[in-house]
Structures are given as C-alpha cells and as structure tokens.
C-alpha cells in the first residue's frame, strides 16, 4: 500500500498546489522546499546563500556520490555546496520515507526513493499556454516573462533531474502516473491521487 508521495512537475503546472492540498486532505507531512530549508540549517548554511540553488547542481561527481552511503560528508569539503545541499536533501528524504505518510515535492525524490514499494511516483504538467497563463496570475508577471521562466526552470530541473539519477526526467517508464493539472484542474488531481493511494 502506497503511503508516500512523490511529485516531479513542469514549471507553472501546479505540482506544488497539488502536492500541499494532498497532504492537507490526507493529514500526511509535506516535503517541498522546506527540505532545502532543513538541509541548509542541518550543513550550518545561512539560507541566503543557497535559496538560489534548489534543485540546481554543479554536475560532476554528484551523481556517483548520490549512489553511495552519505558517510564522511560533513569531512569532504571539496564538493561543491549544490553537491553537499543535495547529498542533504536526499539523506532527508530518506528519513521522511522511514516514517512514511508523507507527500515529497521534487529534489528527484522518486529516483532517491526508487527501492520504495510503498512510494507512489507521479509526475504533474500542463501545456504550456495554461502554465503560462497560471505563471502570470501567481507571480504577477507579464507574458514575456513568463515565458522565459518556464524555459528556465524547465532547464533548470531537468538539469538537474538529469545529473542525479540514471533517468530521465519526464520519462514515463519512471513514473507510476502522469497527471495533465491543465485539463484536470488541480482538485481532480488531488481526488485521483487520494483515490490511488487508497487503493494502492
């Protein structure tokens, strides 16, 4: 039976929208950027100096790194601090998993909890005129913009999906269940994935 959560989505789909209002329905914990939060507090970071790199990755040799035991992290002071805020995040994550009945936003968190039976892997998206749109009515910017942001923080995670995990991100082989936010409005998702962990 599936009590966690994880969700990857697109800019702008309401992934995060959909995320929050489950756990709130389901009395389960939300993870979202407050791992990054927790994280900067657990590596003694002031947040100021990594708010810009949630979900974001220098490259190298995190990858092989995120594969291995989290040991000897606090003595390598070499990593890059990308590298060392997601080695975090994912020792966080695992936490979270023990303890279950939990929703997890991002930070490839399906990948980190792929040996998970009880980890349900979804991914949210929406063509991109609704994301736009949705763009424009939360972060009060113009069109232009918005377009521009969801080019970048698309890159953005995908990039960084990408450099941690042997996946690809959007791929559906690695996803239990893709939901279209546009057409389905967010409520609907949030019944669909209640529904599925009933089930599940």
Known sequence: MYNIVTIERRYASGGNEIGKKLADALGYKLYDRNILIKAAKNLEIPYFQIENLDESTSGGILMNLAKTGLGGLSGNRELPLADKLFLEEERIIEE?????????????????????????????????????????????????????????????????????????????????????????????????LAEALSEG
């Open 96 to 192: 979270a998993a023990e303890k279950g009945n939990c929703v997890i936003v991002g930070r490839a968190s399906g990948y980190i909890l792929r040996e998970h039976k009880n980890a349900l892997r979804v991914f949210v998206y929406a063509d991109k005129q609704k994301r736009i749109q949705r763009a424009i009515e939360r972060e009060g910017i113009q069109q232009a913009e918005a377009e521009n942001a969801l080019k970048r923080n698309d890159k953005r995670r995908s990039g960084f999906y990408n450099s941690v995990t042997n996946w690809e991100w959007g791929a559906p082989e690695y996803y239990d269940l893709f939901l279209n936010a546009g057409n389905l409005g967010i409520d609907t998702c949030v019944r669909i």
